[in-house]
């Protein structure tokens, strides 16, 4: 009876102790408050933007081509010989002033016929002189074999005039023969027609060269062209002489090359269209002239492959912005303070390099995204950091 009074009572410890956790649990829990959720904040995407700021700029019309001299000429031989000179300057390179002797074909011939031809003037002059004696002679004997007679004028073959005529026609070839025989002694100092460089060399000391033999090929230095294949759309921004309207005097230009790892610079200026379009590009081929492309160092030299950039008309109160700004359709993107997205159509006057040229569309101030995302609605909210470049303005 004892052990089984004992086994109870433990029961009802063990039953007590249980309740009184359960209730200080339940108390414990019911002194909390409850904890209040919050919502999850989403934060508006992150855009660079370049800030629009009207402008007045020069439009540019940029193309490549490669540099040719203006004047390009071969020389020959006008008369035939042995060479007996050759200018050390006669060489692939050599550079030559107008008038410069570049090399001489042996004149011993030319000079004997120049002295052939002075004695054979001498003889003409005596055969004129000769006639005009004799005609006076024979007009005196006509006057005395008919004293008292009635006069009657001589006749031509009297007088000696074909004598006088063919002697008269003698001394003027020989005369001619002079001049040819002094012309082609000439001819044998072959010299420089301009200031230049010879491109290449054909002939040289002892060789016999015959008329017409090719001598050297030269370009002059006093200007240089390149040929600009240009789109005809850039015809409207700049002048042509003799293609575009009130086009007197072309547009300029700057020649960039580079040269010995470094940037070189010429000034020049449009100074024609050749006369055919490309008819598989359909381009403008658009001649820019450099003058005196020798004149400092390094040279404008011919075969050189250049950029060109073409100065073209003034545009007032545009905005400027990436090319990649403008979304299709001419569309941008664009904000402002208040940090709202609108979309808002341009009106382009050109892109130039990798920038477009607004004319309508933009206003001053206005941030233009130029950041890729990949879902955009108008009237979404972003928040801007200004472009690294834009900073350094």
């Known amino acids: 009876m004892r052990k089984t009074s004992k086994i109870l009572i433990q029961l009802l410890l063990v039953l007590i102790l249980v309740g009184a956790g359960a209730l200080g649990f339940y108390a414990l829990k019911a002194s909390k408050k409850p904890v209040a959720k919050k919502k999850p904040q989403i934060l508006a995407p992150l855009v660079r933007v370049v800030k629009a700021v009207p402008q007045t700029m020069a439009s540019e019309v940029m193309g490549e081509g490669t540099v040719s001299m203006a004047r390009k000429s071969s020389l020959s031989a006008e008369v035939g010989g042995r ?23 042996d004149p011993s011939n030319y000079e004997i016929q120049v002295t052939l031809a002075k004695a054979k003037i001498k003889e003409a002059e005596t055969l004129l002189k000769t006639a005009r004696e004799e005609a006076v002679v024979a007009k005196e004997e006509w006057r005395r074999l008919l004293s008292g007679q009635r006069q009657k004028e001589p006749s031509p073959l009297v ?10 026609a003698r001394l003027q070839a020989a005369r001619a023969s002079l001049e040819k025989a002094r012309l082609d002694l000439s001819r044998c100092m072959i010299k420089a027609p301009f200031d230049g460089i010879v491109e290449a ?12 033999a090719k001598v050297a090929d030269l370009y002059g230095t006093d200007s240089a062209e390149i040929v600009v294949p240009l789109e005809n759309k850039d015809l409207a921004w700049i002048s042509v002489p003799h293609l575009t309207p009130n086009s007197e005097s072309g547009s300029p230009a700057l020649v960039s090359a580079a040269f010995a790892g470094k940037e070189h610079t010429w000034q020049g200026r449009v100074v024609r269209a050749e006369a055919l379009l490309d008819p598989a590009t359909r381009l403008v081929p658009v001649v820019v002239e450099v003058k005196k492309p020798y004149a400092k160092l390094p040279p404008l030299a011919s075969g050189l492959f250049v950029t060109v950039a073409i100065k073209g008309k003034t545009l007032n109160n545009v905005y400027l912005i990436p090319r990649t700004a403008v979304k299709q359709g001419n569309i941008a993107w664009v904000t402002g303070k208040d940090g709202v997205l609108r979309f808002k159509k341009l009106t382009i006057a050109r892109f130039q390099g990798n ?39």
């Open 83 to 105: 060479v007996v000179f050759v200018s050390p300057g006669l060489v692939a390179g050599g550079q030559f002033k107008k008038g410069m002797p570049l090399l001489s074909i």
């Open 159 to 168: 007088l000696r005039e074909p004598q006088m005529e063919e002697a008269q």
């Open 201 to 212: 060399k054909h002939a040289d000391l002892g060789q016999y060269l015959n008329m017409g």
């Open 355 to 393: 920038q477009a040229v607004v004319s309508q569309g933009l206003e001053n101030g206005d941030l233009v995204i130029t950041s890729h995302l990949q879902a955009v609605s108008d009237g979404m909210k972003v928040r801007t950091v200004l472009n690294q470049e834009e900073k350094n303005l």
